[in-house]
Nanobody, 115 residues
């Protein structure tokens, strides 16, 4: 059974940094793509950043230059380093993984950025 466990959310002030972590069950190398999405109240879930098995990376325009996604294969962990956080980054952040055309989600971790 695929499990994704996030950690690292919290309350910060604008301009500060946070790092989110997501540990995936099994070998992370087996996943076609892993990444992060976020959802604000009343809005649809949106892509933040993804990284493929071959380390091809994509970012939402709103986070380019501020967020960095990476993965540590031996630790089966994907990270999201968030810098220069803004109030509009406030959301629940979800870890996502796809394997054999099926999507899996973590439980979400709250990130709140105060102005």
């Amino acid at each position: 059974q695929v499990q994704l466990v996030e950690s690292g959310g919290g309350l910060v002030q604008a301009g500060e940094s946070l790092r989110l972590s997501c540990v995936v069950s099994g070998s992370i190398f087996a996943y076609d793509i892993v990444g992060w999405y976020r959802q604000c109240p009343g809005k649809q879930r949106e892509l933040v950043a993804t990284i493929t098995r071959d380390r091809i990376i994509s970012y939402a325009d709103s986070v380019k230059g501020r967020f960095t996604i990476s993965k540590d294969n031996p630790k089966n962990t994907v990270y999201l380093q968030m810098s220069n956080l803004k109030p509009e980054d406030t959301a629940v952040y979800y870890c996502h993984a796809r394997i054999i055309r099926r999507d899996y989600w973590g439980q979400g971790t709250q990130v709140t950025v105060s102005s």
